[in-house]
């Protein structure tokens, strides 16, 4: 008899998260990006891109060599290529990627319109934290956008808050205080929003080099976007 996956097996759909979520977070992420005004030519970096989870669905979708992505297991991009996204398609449209684990962003050349972050902070100590979105100002595109992930304390069971260190945590989470948010995006340099976007477990935050890059027309095609889950975002 066949053991079910669980969250962290050793499996292209389970060691990222949830497997009976995996097309449901690709989706969400791809749906965020719709709303944001994700075009062709966008150039996106995808922080733990995993197997490709929202990966299959962006490569096709922008011109060639506009996705990148981080991923310190190959692994899991080599079964994700396998398996998600097929070689040819690998070949036409020339993902790039990076093996590093601690955020480096200056080896794929230019600047992003969008970096992605789904549920990577909520598996790093505080300091590797402020190392992720301390780059991201120099990576970032006049108006682009950092779309991330946290785990809150009042949407977390038992993880550790605010952990002190510069440590990755997996399988494990962690949750950060909404002051510690605060504190993280305000030493980035990065104005920050809210967003209430739908996740099963963690809140989404977008962040900019401009406090306009979220205007009041991107503000409006939120509202009541899937389902009601977008109501207007919060601005700090």
């Known amino acids: 008899m066949t053991t079910p996956l669980k969250a962290g097996d050793r499996h292209y759909r389970a060691y990222v998260g949830p497997p009976e979520r995996y097309d449901l977070m690709g ?13 062709e030519s966008s150039r996106i970096l995808d922080i733990g891109c995993g197997s490709l989870r929202v990966g299959r669905l962006l490569i096709p979708f922008l011109d060639a060599g506009h996705y990148c992505a981080i991923e310190p297991n190959r692994w899991l991009v080599q079964e994700g290529i396998l398996h998600n996204l097929g070689f040819e398609m690998y070949m036409r449209r020339r993902p790039r990627f ?7 962003y200056d080896g794929f050349g230019g600047r992003f319109d969008f970096i992605l972050a789904q549920s990577i902070l909520s598996h ?4 590797l934290a402020r190392r992720c979105l301390s780059g991201l100002r ?22 550790r808050v605010d952990p ?11 949750s950060f205080s909404e002051p510690r948010v605060h504190a993280l995006f305000q030493a980035s340099g990065l104005a920050y929003w809210k967003l209430e976007w739908f996740h099963p477990r963690q809140t ?4 900019s080099r401009d406090s306009g890059a979220l205007d009041a027309a991107e503000v409006a095609l939120m509202n009541g976007y899937a389902r009601g889950f977008c109501p207007r975002p919060q601005h700090y």
């Open 204 to 207: 989404w935050y977008a962040a």
């Open 27 to 39: 989706l969400s992420q791809m749906g965020l990006l719709f709303t944001l005004g994700v075009r």
């Open 124 to 127: 790093t100590e505080v300091g």
């Open 98 to 104: 990076s093996h590093n684990s601690d955020f480096r």
């Open 164 to 174: 002190e260190g510069e440590a990755w945590c997996y399988p494990e989470c962690v």
């Open 138 to 159: 120099d990576a970032l595109t006049d108006q682009g956008l950092f779309l991330g992930t946290f785990l809150l304390p009042n949407r977390a069971e038992s993880c």
